[in-house]
């Protein structure tokens, strides 16, 4: 039996090229870092719109922005006090560098020991088609052809250049996108075997710090051990961002950093956690970080900042016993509950100020697509909902866990006004952003069970519409 018919005959899926279509679907290079690739992003947009249509969706758009288009699509609920549920995601995708990926190319996607791989088939095209195909088996459960909740599906195409034009469609089509209850799509589970829902994202803050010592690169033998070196400076500067027990310094960072909830704590302190397994699934060295913290915590419940590039001198041919003029880093913050991404942008630059040095040059500019961290309501009943859905998804209780990433949870839920869950099935070992991306084949299955069970929980959850 193929994992296709596999996964039909287990989940009931109504598409028997359910997996073929995926495949088809992270065939289209949707990079949207790359211009040259605008034109395949459309073409994204255009698959997903198309394949709505095919699902029997009445209503479904292409929406287009000044930068790369998002896809719109409504099913409504017979019943029009059904609540309405908006899911949202992305089809763009991260930029790949084909030299490094072994197992097929980025946009030829392959089957292969119970996984699909391409980029895109887990980040995120394999979580809004689990969401499809979970719709499908939804609506094979009911009579009417319709389904017991409105869906409405928001998919981007910016999410991986930071989502910069996500404020002016959540603005223009506020009517479209009203919603009882958010459920963002963009997350992690945490394994195969222990049934988890995220409570919990970061937000983040991103900047590039660039260091000058001279007006120009300047021949070693004319200056060196006598002139300003950018990339030493950098160096220094950059290891003043960590304390010695891995405590970041920006002053007043962690005055807002809020404990856990008891459910996230809970989980924490009994969360089966292996270092050995983890670093084998993510290609770490090791658990490094924040000391007196296990890896979990220091994902879900603590901040970080990181070095995400340094760049110094010529990157393109030898250095010719040249002292760089110039350096540069980009920094990547994440935030958790209750910190601000404004504030942490203000304390970022009163760190720059506190350990600049004289005789050089400094320019520090932080992105405007910044994010503030989410926490879903604890004690709303659609959370309770999904913790029971994915409970019998896998069979067992599921626990409250974070996501280590950022998302636009808590810019959804302002514009929104309406609570955030998350749900999605990629998993620490899927290699996001790497090469050679892959999704479980066994994640969507339990993807599809978990998110049919919730469309029917939902029904039941009261509205305040």
């Known amino acids: 039996m193929s994992a296709t018919e596999s996964l039909i005959g287990q989940d009931g ?23 040259d690739r605008a034109a395949d992003v459309g073409r994204s947009a255009r698959w997903l719109v198309e394949r709505l249509r095919r699902m029997g969706f009445p209503r479904t758009e292409i929406w287009q922005t000044e930068g790369l288009p ?10 029009p006090h059904a609540p309405v549920l908006l899911v949202y ?4 995708v991260h930029a790949v560098d084909p030299s490094t990926w072994r197992v097929t190319a980025p946009f030829a996607p392959l089957q292969r020991d119970g996984r699909l791989y391409g980029r895109g088939a887990s980040d995120a095209k394999g979580q809004i088609m689990c969401h499809l195909w979970a719709l499908g088996a939804h609506l094979a459960s009911v009579s009417g052809g319709a389904p017991a909740v409105t869906v409405k599906y928001l998919v981007e195409g910016e999410e991986e250049i930071g989502s910069v034009h996500l ?7 506020a009517d479209e996108l009203t919603a009882d209850v958010v459920m963002v799509s963009d997350t992690m589970l945490w394994s195969l075997d222990e049934a988890a829902v995220c409570t919990t994202v970061r937000g983040s803050v991103t900047a590039t710090l660039t260091v000058r010592g001279a007006h120009r690169d300047i ?19 950059l290891g003043t961002l960590h304390d010695g027990a891995g405590r970041i310094t920006l002053p007043g960072f962690y005055d807002a950093v809020a404990e856990p909830g008891p459910a996230l704590r809970e989980s924490l302190d009994t969360l089966r956690f292996d270092e ?10 090791g658990a490094g970080g924040e000391a007196g913290f296990r ?7 603590r901040p970080s900042a990181e070095v995400a590039r340094l760049t110094a001198g010529r990157t393109d041919a030898p250095a010719l016993g040249l002292i760089p003029a110039e350096a540069d880093a980009d920094l990547l913050l994440r935030l958790v509950p209750d910190q601000r991404a404004d504030e942490v942008a203000q304390q970022l630059r009163g760190w720059l100020r506190e350990h600049r040095a004289s005789d050089f040059g400094y320019e520090l500019e932080v992105s405007p697509t910044i994010s503030d961290p989410y926490r879903t309501p604890a004690d709303h009943p659609a959370l309770a909902a999904l913790v029971r859905s994915v409970g019998r998804a896998y069979g067992s209780p599921a626990r409250c866990i974070g996501n280590g990433g950022a998302a636009p949870a808590a810019q959804l839920a302002r514009a929104c006004k309406a609570p955030v869950l998350f749900f999605g099935t990629g998993l620490p070992g899927d290699r996001w952003h790497g090469p050679d991306e892959k999704v479980e084949i066994a994640a969507l299955r339990l993807g599809v069970r978990a998110l049919s069970a919730f469309l029917g929980e939902l029904a039941s959850v009261p509205v305040t519409r």
């Open 13 to 35: 899926l109504p598409e028997p090229d359910a997996l073929d279509a995926l495949a088809q679907w992270v065939e289209v290079p949707s990079v949207s870092s790359d211009p």
């Open 70 to 79: 998002a896809v719109y699509g409504c099913r409504p609920a017979a019943d």
């Open 89 to 92: 995601s992305h089809h763009d």
């Open 167 to 173: 404020a002016d469609l959540l603005s223009a089509h």
């Open 219 to 237: 021949h070693s033998g004319a200056v060196s051990g006598a002139a300003t070196n950018a990339a030493s400076e950098l160096c220094r500067l």
């Open 276 to 285: 050995r397994t983890w670093r084998a699934d993510t290609g770490a060295f």
């Open 295 to 301: 890896a979990p915590e220091r994902l879900w419940i």
